[in-house]
């Protein structure tokens, strides 16, 4: 039993030579290699750039790591695919792309995923076997709700002043109704805390709050006023004549009005100045909405054609023909994906508004509707004459029955979902009403946006900011988000731009000459003077557009085809 | 039935008292959020104009000497001490948050031409027009001490410049010749020569520390190896080189102030053409100074401006000037990366802001927060016209503006007659040729 021979203690001998012997069959090659200097071997050109990725084993193997993100949600807050890679030619900055890709795919999921901080659910009614929605009743949802919801729901009557009209806040905080014969008031409907009531003495054709609950403007029988919400009157706006429908675009600072003559005009409250006015060339004006999404006003028509209108042209940025029939109402959901339009000929359509198609959907009601109005979970509210009826999902599906139903003794006057709550406002004749409609509206606010619980310093505040943020008018077109995009003239546009080029004239140059000192003037030398510098400038011009001119001419010359029946074509003559 | 309606309760949303902060719910849903792009491209607006607002860069300046600054060194270790030395050979360390004065001394008879702190910092090293190289101790003599310095080394030839390795107690001259000290003999160690004609600057690299870069009066700039090499290569450029500088972060980059208003930045793998041109200045560029980032450097110009520009872009990002302020002899970047130290002809040294709209002082975190932001903005919208313009305008003396405007008239006449040129000759028979290659004559080795 001797020591285990160990590796190292052999001794044998390990050299090369004596192990193997080269059979006569193997050749032997003696190569050496030529160790090129570090840097110039293909082995070190090559990095390795896979990082080794060591997986650590799961402590705990119930927890399998981050919850996956459902890809629909992941769709909601991405915006838009990425940039196309093949256009980068460099490869610098084909990384630093990737890195801002990265950047931004990280942010989106960061946005999905926070979706779980969100405390309030939304409002719900569902039917048990046998029955439907349509049938409830606001007095029997209001006995199977909790005490603060049903106080959401309240009548006021009003029977003296004439067919109101009301509008929320952006917060859906505020209340503001207006009756023809004069009548207006502002009130908290939650607390029910009245800011102000006045009568103006005079018809009130439209009522609209401006940024803040503080100020609403009153379309009244000649011009619009404006008003503090204690009732104090701060302005008359005479340029605003005869105006029949508001709106205010709360991002822009604009109140949009349409008139009686057929005026389209656009004031922005915050500097006083009118930025647009002119005439649509349309007739009366009645029926007037914004597009949320893009800040664009949507006009109705008598011929059955919605136009769409910015500050900045004069001409409408579209036209859809909706109707073989007169509008009676128009409106866009909030997001500015749809537009519904209802004509007297009982039809109902829902129109693409992004890509100006459609119809995507197409109803027939009972009568004409003369009210619509969209909620943020795009709910839409019919109003035809004392009824109220609510379709859900009438976009995207085609529904066949309401939702909910409501009947009032007079004819209704305005609808308004009331923004962050489960409340449809109705102004009708003889009354302001308050309807529950559960599932109606964004249960999560957000508190930079729009906050029902906004104090008073935080008013203040926000006010200020949005200030600052006040996006110029210049900025409204069908698309909002042009501005991030490179402008890219097109083709179009080069082609016109040259061809303008062939009407320009070269410019004419006059100016009155300089008194120059006794050797150096006389009128022969200033009007010599004065004719080389016309001459001059006169060159440059054609030097400077000698390039574009001959390109034009020969593609006219190519157009000509000869033909048999040329003889017959109308001849030009030569002018 | 089953129903529910959305009831909020007012204490989720209310904040407890008022000693609390607003309770601020958020959403992130982008339909809540409409006109992202607009009001984004609003506040990036607003943030160019409050940054120009802000822009006061301006600190300070230390008052004192009584003849003109010629060279200024900031202390390695302490952020607050600067030494500074004049055309009358005084030399005067100064307290940069007070702005006083804590030592004047007279060193030299004649002109003082390099002030350097050791590694360690706690001897400096001052260069004089009487050719003697004199050690002297940082902290301040005590009270009935004089003035005297620890070692005085003379010289056998003239000397204009100096420079300290990064660790070691060695250091470099140059005048007639370039040579190695070291801090314990008084003789120098090594002399490079190459050609007959006289240095004006030396630099160390501090990455490299083998490593020197000097500029000669043959418009060339001679790189050396202190190991047993000696000079390596030179590179000859159209017009004389005032100064160079090593970038403290790349090892192989430095920049050259030459004469012809432009700034080279070479890599010393490739002294065939400068890896990149910074032209901005109209009077002949007197000195650089790196950033400690190693991403940007600053320039000061015989034509009284200051610039600061970024390594990698050909134009300057910032310029200062001043009514007061003549012709600049040195520049300095502090340490902490965020003030700018300019000494001049009329005895003035000047401290500026690295960075002109920048809140000095602690920041919170929701200040912090709200300046990236508006940064972040002022990037992503920076193509815009009109927020381009509003960044790029600088005001500049007049005598800056009609110079600028004379140089690019110069410049376009030039581009014009290539262009008409390559019009009317043979296709390639006058190729394009870059602009970094036009200002190297030769490289030699």
């Known amino acids: ?575 | 039935m089953k129903v529910k309606v959305i009831s909020r309760n007012p204490d989720d949303y209310l904040r407890e008292t008022k000693h609390d902060i607003h309770k601020v719910p958020r959403n992130y849903d982008p339909g809540l959020h409409p006109f992202e792009a607009a009001r984004e491209y609003t506040r990036a607006l607003n943030a160019v104009k409050l940054e120009k607002v802000f822009a006061k860069p301006f600190v300070g300046n230390l008052d004192g000497h009584r003849d003109g600054v010629s060279c200024i060194s900031n202390h390695p270790k302490r952020l607050s001490v600067l030494i500074s030395g004049a055309y009358d050979g005084e030399v005067r360390v100064w307290d940069l948050p007070q702005k006083l004065c804590l030592r004047s001394f007279v060193a030299h008879e004649g002109v003082v031409r390099g002030v350097i702190y050791n590694p360690a910092g706690n001897h400096f090293l001052t260069l004089g027009d009487d050719k003697t190289i004199k050690t002297w101790k940082t902290a301040a003599p005590q009270f009935g001490e004089e003035e005297e310095p620890v070692n005085t080394v003379i010289s056998k030839t003239v000397l204009t410049g100096i420079s300290h390795h990064v660790k070691d107690p060695v250091f470099a001259t140059c005048g007639e010749i370039c040579q190695v000290w070291e801090e314990t003999r008084n003789e120098p160690v090594r002399t490079f020569e190459w050609g007959v004609d006289s240095l004006h600057d030396i630099a160390f690299n501090p990455v490299e520390p083998n490593l020197l870069a000097s500029c000669a009066s043959d418009r060339s700039i001679i790189l050396y190896d202190t190991r047993d090499s000696g000079p390596l290569r030179k590179v000859v450029l159209k017009l004389r080189t005032n100064k160079i500088c090593w970038n403290p972060m790349e090892a192989f980059i430095f920049t050259a102030a030459n004469e012809d208003y432009n700034l080279y930045t070479f890599d010393t793998r490739n002294l065939k053409k400068p890896a990149n041109v910074h032209m901005d200045h109209i009077g002949a560029v007197t000195y650089v100074d790196y950033a400690p980032t190693g991403r940007e450097f600053v320039s000061g110009s015989y034509d009284k401006t200051i610039r600061i520009f970024e390594t990698s872009k050909g134009h300057s990002r910032e310029v200062y000037h001043t009514k007061r302020m003549q012709r600049i002899t040195c520049v300095q970047w502090s340490l902490d990366n965020k003030y700018i130290l300019n000494g001049s002809d009329e005895m003035n040294i000047r401290i500026w802001k690295a960075r002109a709209s920048e809140k000095l002082g602690p920041l919170k975190p929701r200040e912090k927060a709200a300046l990236n932001y508006s940064e972040a903005l002022k990037e992503k919208y920076a193509a815009h016209p009109k927020i381009r313009r509003i960044a790029r305008h600088r005001h500049v003396p007049k005598h800056v503006y009609n110079a600028q405007k004379e140089l690019r008239t110069i410049r376009d006449k030039g581009k014009r007659k290539d262009a008409n040129r390559r019009a009317h000759s043979k296709p390639g028979e006058v190729p394009h040729q870059p602009e970094r290659e036009k200002h190297v004559l030769k490289e030699d080795q």
């Open chain 1, 1 to 575: 039993m001797g020591k285990v021979q160990r590796y190292f203690n052999k001794t044998e001998d390990i050299s090369p030579s004596s192990k193997t012997s080269p059979s006569k069959d193997t050749i032997v090659y003696n190569i050496k290699p030529k160790l090129k200097p570090w840097g110039r071997r293909q082995s070190d050109k090559v990095i390795n750039k896979k990082k080794k990725v060591v997986k650590l084993p799961n402590p705990n193997p119930k927890f399998k790591g981050k919850v996956p993100i459902p890809k629909k949600r992941l769709k909601k807050y991405a915006r838009g695919e990425g940039i196309n890679k093949t256009g980068i030619k460099t490869k610098i900055h084909q990384k630093k792309f990737e890195k801002k890709e990265k950047v931004i795919k990280f942010a989106a999921q960061q946005a999905a995923r926070a979706e779980v901080l969100l405390i309030e659910e939304e409002g719900f009614l569902e039917a048990d076997a046998g029955e439907t929605t349509t049938q409830f009743t606001q007095k029997q949802i209001r006995e199977n709700v909790d005490i603060t919801a049903a106080s959401k729901c309240f009548d006021l009557r009003l029977e003296d002043f004439g067919p109101y009209r009301m509008k929320y806040t952006r917060n859906g905080r505020h209340m503001l109704l207006g009756g023809k014969r004069g009548h207006v008031a502002a009130f908290d409907w939650v607390t029910k805390k009245l800011h102000c009531e006045i009568n103006m003495m005079e018809s009130v054709h439209d009522v609209c709050w401006l940024h803040l609950e503080t100020m609403f403007a009153a379309a009244q029988k000649e011009w619009v006023y404006m008003y503090d919400n204690q009732g104090i009157e701060l302005h008359c706006i005479k340029k605003l004549h005869r105006v029949t429908r508001m709106e205010f675009l709360p991002y822009h600072f604009l109140l949009a009005a349409c008139s009686d003559m057929g005026y389209l005009s656009w004031l922005d409250i915050s500097i006083g100045q009118m930025v647009s006015q002119f005439n649509s060339r349309l007739g009366r004006l009645t029926m007037l909405t914004q597009n949320p999404w893009n800040a664009v006003l949507c006009v109705g028509h008598v011929k059955g054609v919605v136009s769409m209108w910015s500050p900045n042209s004069k001409d409408p940025l579209a036209k859809m023909l909706c109707h073989k029939a007169p509008l009676t109402a128009l409106h866009v959901d909030p997001r500015g994906q749809y537009l519904a339009t209802a004509a007297s000929n009982r039809e109902l359509k829902i129109w693409d508004v992004r890509k100006l198609e459609g119809p995507v959907q197409e109803y027939k009601l009972i009568t004409a509707a003369n009210n619509l109005n969209f909620s943020q979970k795009n709910m839409l509210a019919l109003g035809m004459g004392n009824v109220v009826e609510v379709y859900r999902d009438c976009c995207t599906t085609a529904t066949k029955r309401p939702y909910l139903r409501h009947r009032f003794t007079t004819s209704i006057g305005n609808l308004n979902f009331c923004p962050y709550e489960d409340v449809l406002g109705v102004a009708t004749a003889k009354s302001v009403t308050s309807l529950l409609v559960p599932g109606s509206g964004e249960p999560n606010f957000d508190a930079l946006e729009a906050n029902p619980f906004q104090t008073k310093s935080q008013r203040k505040e926000a006010e200020v900011k949005s200030l600052l943020e006040k996006i110029q008018p210049e900025l409204i077109t069908l698309e909002p988000n042009v501005i991030a995009e490179v402008d890219i003239p097109t083709l179009k546009d080069k082609i016109d731009a040259k061809q303008k080029l062939l009407h320009v004239k070269p410019p004419k140059i006059n100016y009155t000459p300089r008194n120059k000192a006794k050797g150096k003037g006389g009128s022969a030398k200033i009007a010599k003077n004065k004719k080389i510098v016309q001459e001059q400038a006169k060159k440059e011009f054609v030097k400077s557009t000698k390039d574009f001119i001959p390109k034009l001419n020969i593609q006219k010359e190519q157009q000509k085809e000869s033909g048999v029946l040329d003889r017959f074509l109308p001849k030009k003559r030569k002018t």
